[in-house]
């Protein structure tokens, strides 16, 4: 990660993804639960996933680690539905990085789909077993994923000027180094004309005087 500000941003991610997920493991009842260890290994898969993504890799290859994060996240709200939807605390960060990371809006627009459909779902299930529907604890926490999302997408777009802005800086340097050498060029062809003219007038001045000469 080139800029400070993105560095940063990693440290954050990387810090609140574990401490969730430190949170969540709290809420399971052992070796003996099964969550227990679906939360040990989300921890590794969120590390190694997080340092991929942060690396200069193939979008391809970034593409797959969010999928894979994706489906972690997914699997977090459905097993701990006695969370409420502290879950989308795991989207918000996800959201963040999607927005920062991916500029294609069909790639957006698929994960963007894909939570919408999980956040549905997850609700619904959460309803049929408590029978509460809480929209404010929804609205905040919806509008923390879309806060994550408006994050990323502001972070990517300073960082793509800022490289719009070095490779124009770098094109001027360029081509004010070639006005440079052509100026340089065209000053030694102007001293090359300057001499031979110089030859050619005292050529001129030779060859009348030899004529002089002759006709006495």
């Known amino acids: 990660m080139k800029s400070v500000s993105l560095f940063l941003f990693s440290l954050v991610r990387i810090a609140m993804l574990v401490i969730l997920s430190g949170y969540f493991f709290q809420m399971t009842d052992g070796i003996k ?4 260890i679906y939360i ?5 898969i969120f590390i190694v996933s997080h340092f991929i993504q942060m690396a200069n890799v193939r979008e391809k290859t970034r593409i797959l680690c969010s999928s894979i994060d994706f489906i972690v996240i997914t699997g977090i709200g459905f097993l701990f ?3 409420g939807y502290l879950y989308l605390i795991f989207f918000g960060v996800f959201s963040t990085t999607v927005f920062l990371l991916y500029d294609r809006k069909k790639l957006l627009g698929l994960f963007s789909g894909a939570f919408v459909a999980i956040w549905i779902l997850i609700s619904l299930r959460l309803y049929a077993q408590t029978g509460i529907f809480s929209v404010s604890s929804n609205i905040v926490n919806v509008m923390f994923v ?6 990323g997408g502001l972070i990517r777009n300073s960082r793509n000027a800022k490289e719009t802005i070095a490779l124009q800086y770098k094109q001027l340097n360029e081509s004010h180094g070639a006005l440079q050498a052509a100026h340089r060029q065209l000053k030694d062809y102007a001293e090359q004309v300057e001499e031979l003219t110089v030859i050619r007038e005292r050529n ?12 006495r």
Do not use: H, K, N, W
Not at 33 to 36: E, K, L, S, V
Not at 40 to 44: H, L, S
Not at 204 to 215: D, G, K, N
């Open 40 to 44: 040990i290994g989300a921890i590794p």
């Open 81 to 83: 539905s006695e969370s």
């Open 204 to 215: 001129e001045i030779a060859r009348r005087f030899m004529i002089q000469l002759a006709t």
């Open 33 to 36: 639960d099964g969550r227990t």
């Open 146 to 151: 879309i806060y994550g999302a408006f994050v």
